[in-house]
């Protein structure tokens, strides 16, 4: 059996559909901010715990063979928001949940990070960075990733085998809908607004990689032989874009269904920017990212109508939206008790 923390979160509930239609069988702990309800046609297939990350039992790890650990806070917002329990949740739980793998004897644990621990700014040199490249992390969620990664690594031995995946921005569709992600953004905008605008002259750098490429990525390093992931990083990238290339490639997807224009702002505020080398994985494993931004674009477009997910605005396709109110939930019931 496998477990997958965040299992119903928006890479997760991709991951969990690919695992089942493998023939896995999947325990997820999640703390189920968003709720479940987008696992409603495979809940009969898996066993799903609602935990906080922080303080999960070790009986949660009965039977388990693997580890895909995905649970966190999962952007720069978020961790923002309350940097104490980012650092609490993203990296301590982590140190937590790996150590108590290691105990039960669950070798194989894959990290879910970031490729935004290699962002040094808009304004730093523009080098193309692979897995060997010196970081200096600055945010506080890519810190808190970054921190999570060594404490892994330094557990490796003959015992556990800690393989990190560090993600690019990700996009496409998945039952646990974002709208706060660059490419999934542009697809709300333009559907909303018509218009597609672009910060700093779009002059940016992102990798990117599609959610069900990521989820294959997991999977991968979950059958992969441990001499050749014990201790690994790898990138998980389809292609390193341009901000504004991504717009474009947006508007070209779905050309046929909306007319829209790109607004381009040259103004500079503070941006992230980045390029990163994702041929590692593919020398190593095998693994190669195969979905372009375009094709995963009409897809998401299709996909978010035959799922009803057009309540564009709701605070619940947007991270930090729907921590902040829940959070602020949180205070107000303390206050007044039983709503009825």
């Known amino acids: 059996m496998i477990l997958v923390t965040g299992g119903a979160g928006y890479v997760g509930s991709v991951l969990v559909n690919e695992l089942l239609n493998k023939g896995e069988a999947v325990r997820i702990v999640d703390k189920l901010y968003f709720g479940d309800a987008h696992l409603k046609n495979i809940r009969n297939r898996l066993e799903i715990i609602q935990a906080d990350i922080r303080n999960i ?3 949660v790890l ?4 693997a580890v895909i650990h995905l649970a966190g806070l999962s952007n720069d917002p978020t961790a923002e928001y309350n940097p104490k329990a980012n650092y609490e949740i993203n990296t301590w739980a982590t140190e937590k949940l790996a150590k108590l793998c290691k105990k039960k004897g669950i070798k194989r644990f894959i990290f879910a990070s970031t490729c935004s621990i290699y962002d040094k700014g808009i304004y730093s040199q523009d080098i193309l960075k692979d897995e060997k490249s010196e970081v200096s992390p600055r945010a506080a969620y890519a810190v808190s990733n970054y921190d999570a990664e060594q ?14 995946l560090r993600k690019g921005t990700v996009y496409g569709f998945s039952p646990r809908m974002r709208y706060d992600l660059v490419v999934n953004t542009f697809l709300k905008d333009a559907v909303t607004k018509g218009i597609l605008t672009v910060f700093c002259g779009g002059e940016m750098w992102r990798p990117l990689v599609d959610v069900s490429d990521a989820a294959r990525a997991f999977i991968c390093c979950v059958e992969a032989p441990e001499e050749k992931v014990k201790g690994q990083i790898f990138n998980v990238v ?4 341009r901000v504004l290339e991504l717009a474009h490639w947006v508007k070209e997807a779905i050309k046929n269904k909306i007319k829209m224009d790109i607004e381009v702002d040259y103004n500079y505020a503070k ?8 041929d590692k994985i593919e020398c190593v494993l095998g693994f190669k990212c195969i979905v372009p931004v375009k094709e995963s674009v009409l897809n998401m477009y299709e996909k978010i109508y035959e799922y009803g997910y057009t309540d564009f605005l709701h605070p619940k396709y947007y991270n ?19 709503v009825f």
């Open 57 to 59: 039992d070790e009986s």
């Open 151 to 164: 404490i892994l690594l330094s557990l490796s031995d003959d015992n556990f085998c800690p393989v990190i």
């Open 271 to 278: 941006a992230r920017s980045y390029r990163v080398a994702g």
């Open 320 to 338: 930090i939206q729907w921590m902040t109110l829940l959070d602020e939930m949180e205070k107000t019931i303390k206050q007044i008790g039983s």
């Open 238 to 241: 389809y292609k390193n874009y």
């Open 62 to 65: 009965d039977n388990i063979n």
